[in-house]
């Protein structure tokens, strides 16, 4: 199947006057690909006659000229709604975050709503218990009165969540290792920017 659209200086200009007709246009392209068919566009000269053109040309004349239909000027594409909306609930997600007193820990690692959504994250038990203060660190055991002192065994302070990652020897090999690949993955990917 075929179909084609047909444009004259009239129709364009009458599109590019009501966007919301333009989008039902596209939208209607669509749908029809949907069901197999064919869709090109030309550009004809006005008048030519041809069955297609001159019923474009009279709906666009009935459409300016009617003063019954709606105006539609306002429209606007589902998507940039869509887009709309997102921006404000992220924002909305945002402030309802910058105030609550919950979730101290996790704003500490995450405190932006929309850099976190970009980032793509595999979401384990043991990720989530350190993003969220859960971790069973000797310093959250001594918290929960589960053990007596929460110092490390290494000696070098309070065995907190900051102290595993940053600072316990024990991690060391582990922390250079993973230090290593993120620059490597950092450096990379500014090597490809430029
Ligand atoms: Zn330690």
């Given amino acids: 199947m075929s179909n084609n659209i047909h444009r004259q200086p009239n129709n364009i200009g009458q599109a590019a006057k009501h ?6 246009i596209r939208g ?5 690909k949907e069901s197999d068919w064919k869709t090109t566009h030309y550009w004809v000269k006005a008048h030519t006659g041809k ?4 019923l474009a040309d009279t709906l666009a004349k009935w459409a300016a000229t009617n003063k019954n239909i709606q105006e539609s000027y306002n ?3 589902k998507s940039v709604v869509m887009k709309d ?3 404000e609930n992220v924002k909305k997600w945002q402030r309802k975050l910058t105030q609550t007193t919950k979730g101290r820990t996790t704003k500490e690692y995450f405190p932006d709503v929309s850099e976190r959504l970009k980032m793509k994250l595999q979401l ?3 990720f989530t218990a350190i993003v969220s203060g859960h971790e ?7 918290r929960f009165k589960i053990i007596e002192e929460p110092t490390c065994p290494c000696g070098k ?4 969540t900051d102290h595993t990652i940053y600072a316990w020897e024990r991690l060391t090999k582990k922390r250079d290792r993973l230090k290593k690949r993120l620059y490597e993955k950092i450096n990379g990917q500014l090597t490809k920017r430029t």
């Fill in 51 to 54: 069955g297609g053109n001159e």
């Fill in 157 to 160: 302070g309070d065995q907190k």
């Fill in 75 to 77: 429209k606007i594409p």
């Fill in 85 to 87: 909306l997102e921006e």
């Fill in 28 to 32: 209607k392209i669509t749908e029809m």
């Fill in 136 to 142: 069973k660190t000797r310093d959250y055991l001594h």
């Fill in 124 to 126: 384990t038990q043991n």
């Fill in 19 to 24: 966007p919301y007709i333009a989008e039902e």
